[in-house]
């Protein structure tokens, strides 16, 4: 007698999600999803650059732990005229649906309150749209800081009719749980992903953070992989404060060493480094221009000189003119690699990938 035949597990359903990533960082973030979700992943083209629509048919929970998406959005379609009919039975009853879906991703209490960002959010339609929402689901509108995000807009990746996108988490994936202190001018913890990404990161890697600040790109280099040793430096003791505070948050605070460091002076043996990265001062809310015309030639010079043949540097920075200056003043040291232009709150600062020179 032959055994019984094994069914195979139902498919999951297919769903249509679209993830918010920084201008720039596009193929990075397509790279990740790719490289993590494989075939339950199928990306979507789109024009602009700071959305990725894509299939999923894998756990919507697991779409919160990408590290290079500012944030996910599930996304559903209303094949209607204008936002007014969501207040129809059928159609309301298919959003709060999709909230809830959103909801039971989460411990209970994790959202408690919503906002609702629309073209004409203040009209008698989403001012009913809203008080419906917050009837059914008991939240609070907070249309500052609610947990739950609800965007409402034209269909963009149907034919005609209206989408809503809720926001799979709480916060933004770029608020990253471990951040508990915060300084001005922190780097973003999704392009600071990035960063880490081009380093190419391999375990027998010495690495140290050139003015770590609150340790954004060292905490992000401890989660991606193991590493030999890893390090920072800053001359900001309340920024080394805030540093390790997130370092213990990140439940990496024996995993890495700060020390109270000039980087154009660093106590190190020469190349004894073999990956560096930094997010240099831009010259707005920290440093000035006048500085860093002698900071980055003494920042980049002292970096050639702990790094180890081969080793790898991913620098950030908005002066792009005086990086580019200094760059031809070192190439004998540093060779440019990689240059990716990125596009964040109105600026438009440039990641360099450098590579040591024999």
């Given at each position: 007698?032959?055994?019984?035949?094994?069914?195979?597990?139902?498919?999951?359903?297919?769903?249509?999600?679209?993830?918010?990533?920084?201008?720039?960082?596009?193929?990075?973030?397509?790279?990740?999803?790719?490289?993590?979700?494989?075939?339950?992943?199928?990306?979507?083209?789109?024009?602009?650059?700071?959305?990725?629509?894509?299939?999923?048919?894998?756990?919507?929970?697991?779409?919160?732990?990408?590290?290079?998406?500012?944030?996910?959005?599930?996304?559903?379609?209303?094949?209607?005229?204008?936002?007014?009919?969501?207040?129809?039975?059928?159609?309301?009853?298919?959003?709060?649906?999709?909230?809830?879906?959103?909801?039971?991703?989460?411990?209970?209490?994790?959202?408690?309150?919503?906002?609702i960002s629309a073209a004409g959010r203040d009209s008698t339609v989403m001012?009913?749209?809203?008080?419906?929402?917050?009837?059914?689901?008991?939240?609070?509108?907070?249309?500052?800081?609610?947990?739950?995000?609800?965007?409402?807009?034209?269909?963009?990746?149907?034919?005609?009719?209206?989408?809503?996108?809720?926001?799979?988490?709480?916060?933004?994936?770029?608020?990253?749980?471990?951040?508990?202190?915060?300084?001005?001018?922190?780097?973003?913890?999704?392009?600071?992903?990035?960063?880490?990404?081009?380093?190419?990161?391999?375990?027998?890697?010495?690495?140290?953070?050139?003015?770590?600040?609150?340790?954004?790109?060292?905490?992000?280099?401890?989660?991606?992989?193991?590493?030999?040793?890893?390090?920072?430096?800053?001359?900001?003791?309340?920024?080394?404060?805030?540093?390790?505070?997130?370092?213990?948050?990140?439940?990496?605070?024996?995993?890495?060493?700060?020390?109270?460091?000039?980087?154009?002076?660093?106590?190190?043996?020469?190349?004894?480094?073999?990956?560096?990265?930094?997010?240099?001062?831009?010259?707005?809310?920290?440093?000035?221009?006048?500085?860093?015309?002698?900071?980055?030639?003494?920042?980049?010079?002292?970096?050639?000189?702990?790094?180890?043949?081969?080793?790898?540097?991913?620098?950030?920075?908005?002066?792009?003119?005086?990086m580019e200056r200094v760059l031809r003043e070192c190439a004998d040291r540093?060779?440019?690699?990689?240059?990716?232009?990125?596009?964040?709150?109105?600026?438009?600062?440039?990641?360099?990938?450098?590579?040591?020179?024999?």
């Open positions: 007698m032959s055994p019984p035949r094994r069914r195979n597990a139902p498919a999951r359903p297919q769903q249509l999600c679209e993830a918010e990533v920084v201008a720039g960082l596009k193929n990075q973030a397509a790279s990740e999803l790719r490289t993590r979700f494989g075939s339950d992943a199928r990306l979507l083209r789109k024009a602009r650059l700071d959305e990725l629509p894509f299939h999923y048919r894998g756990e919507l929970a697991a779409l919160g732990t990408v590290g290079k998406s500012n944030a996910i959005n599930l996304v559903q379609h209303f094949d209607i005229p204008r936002p007014a009919a969501l207040l129809g039975h059928q159609h309301q009853t298919r959003l709060l649906r999709q909230i809830d879906s959103v909801r039971g991703l989460h411990d209970s209490g994790s959202f408690q309150s919503f906002r001012q009913r749209l809203r008080d419906a929402i917050a009837s059914q689901t008991r939240l609070v509108y907070d249309e500052r800081e609610g947990d739950l995000l609800l965007r409402i807009r034209k269909a963009d990746l149907h034919n005609g009719g209206w989408e809503a996108l809720t926001r799979l988490t709480p916060r933004p994936l770029s608020a990253r749980n471990w951040r508990v202190r915060n300084l001005p001018g922190a780097l973003n913890a999704t392009i600071a992903a990035t960063m880490i990404e081009m380093t190419h990161p391999q375990p027998e890697d010495r690495f140290f953070n050139l003015m770590c600040g609150s340790g954004t790109l060292l905490v992000e280099r401890l989660l991606r992989a193991p590493v030999l040793a890893a390090a920072g430096c800053d001359t900001d003791p309340h920024a080394l404060h805030c540093a390790a505070d997130n370092l213990r948050a990140a439940g990496a605070a024996d995993l890495a060493q700060l020390f109270p460091m000039d980087a154009t002076r660093l106590d190190l043996p020469d190349a004894s480094i073999d990956v560096l990265c930094a997010d240099l001062p831009w010259g707005q809310l920290l440093g000035s221009h006048e500085t860093n015309l002698t900071l980055y030639p003494q920042v980049l010079a002292e970096a050639a000189r702990v790094a180890a043949p081969g080793a790898r540097a991913v620098l950030i920075t908005h002066e792009i003119r005086l540093w060779t440019l690699q990689q240059e990716v232009k990125v596009f964040q709150g109105g600026l438009h600062p440039r990641i360099y990938l450098l590579g040591r020179r024999n």
